[in-house]
């Protein structure tokens, strides 16, 4: 993601200094701030036990040091430092957005962020007609009719090859291709896996998934119930661009929501529906413009209300 | 630059026709501007300009040497474009020379003037020191760190942050006995001389997307283009020149249009761009 390079006036430096020492301090408050560790800091151990070093620990003239920066995380006897910023770790059963490089034969590959291309396979998707069957060789020559090449999918992880590369799979009505949005990429460590990565903004009309990737698609809202319907279907591409063109408002909507996703990863806060719901709304509240919402008025507001939210959340703990 | 699937080129071109881009903009808008001047410590002048996520550094050495013989009375400047690597991979090597080419030709013809020195943007004469004999020359150097769209415009901007940032040094010339004599240079490390940045032009790029046109665009405009042209405007709204890339013929009709609207969206881009050079130039002291 490219960084924003704001100017700020002298005031605005002054209060995101502000804000920025209070999320800093408040941070420092919690427990997670003991366990952070840098480069080359000792980890403390209980040398009695039979400690397991794990990932991102080194043992030096027998104490246990970290190799990277991160925090310090025990299970039962492992020790390991998970780091804070790092690639994507794709994990059985997450969500991701990703993007066709290559038709190739039974398959097809995607990119997704990660070192390596993944596989979706062309057993691992539903077939237009719906029907559950073996796939045959005209199957395979129609693979193109599907998915092309630059094509945006969303699918699920269903495990991993033996080179460590990851399958797909995109069997439900829910998956499958992307349209009538834009995608964005975002750090992939900023959106956490929760139970639900699929939203439905309906006061917006506009669907929006948190891939876990790191790749985040905005884009009109489509009815899932409808979508095997509209596979079938042969209209030509130009018909196509008219009658489904996106309506101003929704457009609206997701450029609006867009920026919101674009100035929370700037700022380095965890992407969640809810923050990106309360983004735009506070956004709508101080009417600002939906381009202005990248400049750095905005940017200042934002740090400043999440300082505030989350002061007001140590205070509810007390 | 990455692909885009059709769906998304359909939202795009949508987009431009409603006049709400991906990030918000209107077809008239730019993207925030940085400025940064004085980033090359050894050089005359120079200045790094962020459009957006498109980054260039300019960079102007004046040396002495000696006019050429059509042209006693007037200095030379020449511009040159380098396309980084960090860009993009393709430009590793060869691959960036036919862009470097293209922008600094393009670049030159807007900011040069004719083969007379006509209408330059930077008066020639006032860089002759003795005619015939001691004259400035100005080597301006672009660099393209990242690109993302517009490259044209960035480099106007970080050549016109560039040259208000350069200080020429004072010189004293002392003639020699004879006509023919090279004379002696004295070239002075307090004072220096401003350049006049008033008269420099800026460019504005319009990029054609099916029946509308478009302000600065990003890369995945400009993948959907049909034909762009970027129009180089002064601060008297005067055309300093007029580059048209891509396929696509253009009715002459619409080619006056652009051009007006080059010439409106080009005035607050000047004055949006002095401003951010004053604040870099205050800031920088």
């Known amino acids: 993601m490219r960084d924003l390079h704001l100017s700020l006036n002298q005031t605005q430096r002054v209060r995101l200094q502000a804000a920025l020492d209070q999320l800093e301090s408040d941070a420092s408050s919690t427990a997670a701030a003991a366990a952070s560790v840098t480069v080359a800091d000792t980890i403390p151990v209980n040398h009695e036990d039979n400690i397991l070093k794990g990932h991102g620990t080194s043992d030096l003239d027998g104490q246990v040091v970290a190799t990277l920066c991160g925090v310090v995380e025990r299970v039962n006897k492992l020790v390991y430092v998970r780091a804070l910023r790092s690639r994507y770790k794709p994990e059985v059963g997450d969500i991701i957005v990703g993007r066709v490089i290559e038709v190739a034969p039974k398959r097809w590959r995607l990119e997704i962020n990660f070192s390596q291309d993944a596989v979706l396979m062309l057993s691992s998707m539903n077939l237009p007609d719906g029907i559950q069957r073996r796939r045959t060789a005209v199957d395979e020559l129609n693979m193109r009719s599907i998915f092309i090449e630059n094509d945006v999918i969303c699918a699920e992880v269903r495990g991993f090859q033996h080179d460590g590369s990851l399958h797909l799979q995109a069997r439900s009505q829910k998956y499958g291709k992307l349209e009538k949005g834009q995608l964005l990429t975002v750090p992939p460590y900023l959106i956490k896996r929760r139970k639900q990565h699929f939203h439905h903004l309906e006061q917006y009309d506009v669907d929006l998934i948190l891939g876990c990737n790191g790749f985040v698609w905005v884009g009109q809202h489509v009815d899932t119930t409808t979508k095997e319907s509209t596979l079938l279907s042969d209209e030509p591409s130009d018909k196509e661009e008219t009658n489904n063109a996106v309506p101003p408002e929704t457009r609206r909507n997701i450029c609006r929501i867009a920026n919101a996703i674009r100035l929370l990863s700037v700022i380095g806060l965890t992407l969640s529906v809810e923050s990106v719901t309360e983004t735009v709304e506070e956004s709508v509240r101080a009417n600002v413009e939906i381009n202005e919402m990248l400049s750095a008025e905005f940017y200042v507001q934002t740090v400043e209300r999440e300082a505030q939210r989350r002061a007001s959340l140590v205070r509810k703990r007390r | ?285």
């Open chain 2, 1 to 285: 630059m990455v692909g885009l699937s059709e769906g998304e080129k359909q939202f795009l071109r949508g987009g431009i026709e409603q006049n709400l881009r991906a990030d918000g903009r209107t077809r008239n808008q730019f993207r925030p501007i940085s400025v940064e001047t004085g980033v090359i410590p050894q050089a005359n002048g120079s200045a790094r300009v962020r459009l957006g996520a498109t980054e260039v550094i300019a960079s102007i050495k004046a040396e002495l040497g000696k006019p050429s013989i059509l042209h006693p009375d007037k200095g030379k400047v020449s511009i040159f474009v380098d396309c980084s690597p960090t860009a993009a991979p393709i430009y590793e090597g060869k691959g960036g020379e036919a862009l470097s080419m293209e922008l600094s030709v393009a670049l030159e013809r807007c900011l040069l003037g004719g083969k007379s020195g006509a209408g330059a943007a930077i008066d020639l004469s006032s860089l002759v020191l003795v005619e015939g004999k001691v004259c400035w020359d100005l080597y301006i150097d672009a660099l393209v760190v990242s690109s993302d769209g517009n490259l044209l415009d960035s480099l106007a901007a970080a050549i016109k942050a560039a040259l208000s940032n350069t200080g020429l040094p004072k010189v004293n010339v002392v003639l020699g006995a004879s006509p023919e004599e090279q004379p002696e240079v004295d070239v002075s490390d307090e004072e220096f001389l401003q350049f006049d940045t008033s008269a420099v032009p800026v460019i504005v790029t319009l990029t054609k997307v099916g029946k509308q046109y478009i302000v600065d665009a990003t890369s995945e405009e400009e993948s959907q283009m049909t034909s762009a042209v970027s129009v180089s405007v002064n601060r008297n709204g005067q055309i300093c020149g007029l580059t048209k890339r891509g396929g696509a013929g253009l009715d002459p009709s619409v080619i006056y249009d652009m051009v007006s609207v080059a010439k409106y969206v080009s005035q607050q881009f000047i004055s949006v761009l002095d401003s951010e050079v004053a604040a870099a130039e205050a800031s920088e002291e």
